[in-house]
T-cell receptor, first 113, second 114 residues
Framework: EADIYQTPRYLVIGTGKKITLECSQT?????MYWYQQDPGMELHLIHY???????EKGDLSSESTVSRIRTEHFPLTLESARPSHTSQYLC????????????FGEGSRLTVL | AQSVTQLGSHVSVSEGALVLLRCNYS??????LFWYVQYPNQGLQLLLK??????LVKGINGFEAEFKKSETSFHLTKPSAHMSDAAEYFC????????????FGTGTRLLVSP
């Protein structure tokens, strides 16, 4: 049973607001990821982390930022939300180098008005 | 660069019918291949994966997929669809390296009618 949690599940906010999407995992995984998912489109990797104090940008350019101060926590922040940021954001984690299996949270659906 | 193509954004079957969801990949080196399923308002869950060894891979819920290198394909099948199989299915590929940087396809929505 995967134990990775995202909050909030749904968020509707106005343009210009600062938001943080939380992601926590209790599996002790060293690698964590943020994907952006739009309807009918593939999931795009926007951030990933090898471990504490490690963050990298993914394949899709994003105005969001991430931090990894603790192994279990990988929050994503938007300093000033815009309607173009409206999307679903999925957090995932994985362990080790072999299996390639990612464990996903249930997602945070963000709507910016 | 690696990529994944899923043919058909929607596939409709009747309950009890064969399910076939198509996935083709492009990769310059032998890849790892995955199928994930996403139920409404949930995250993605791993169905099955191919890394090395046997090319016919069995997963959860009666699904299986066959890695065909000559066709660069990894199609997902299930002999008999169930209503509970209705979901979005994503094929994904990663290189055989230590970091699971998956590249996903656009997904196929499976619709199952009674």
């Amino acid at each position: 049973e995967a134990d990775i949690y995202q909050t909030p599940r749904y968020l509707v906010i106005g343009t210009g607001k600062k938001i943080t999407l939380e992601c926590s995992q209790t599996m002790g995984h060293d690698k964590m990821y943020w994907y952006q998912q739009d309807p009918g489109m593939e999931l795009h990797l926007i951030h990933y982390s090898y471990g504490v104090n490690s963050t990298e940008k993914g394949d899709l350019s994003s105005e969001s930022t991430v931090s990894r101060i603790r192994t279990e926590h990988f929050p994503l922040t938007l300093e000033s939300a815009r309607p173009s940021h409206t999307s679903q954001y999925l957090c995932a984690s994985s362990q080790g180098a072999g299996t390639g299996e990612l464990f996903f949270g249930e997602g945070s659906r963000l709507t910016v008005l | 660069a690696q990529s994944v193509t899923q043919l058909g954004s929607h596939v409709s079957v009747s309950e009890g019918a064969l399910v076939l969801l198509r996935c083709n990949y492009s990769s310059s080196v032998p890849p790892y291949l995955f199928w994930y399923v996403q139920y409404p308002n949930q995250g993605l869950q791993l169905l099955l994966k191919y890394t090395t060894g046997a090319t016919l891979v069995k997963g959860i819920n009666g699904f299986e997929a066959e890695f065909k290198k000559s066709e660069t394909s990894f199609h997902l099948t299930k002999p008999s669809a169930h209503m509970s199989d209705a979901a979005e299915y994503f094929c994904a590929v990663s290189l055989n390296t230590g970091f699971q940087k998956l590249v996903f396809g656009t997904g196929t929505r499976l619709l199952v009618s009674p």
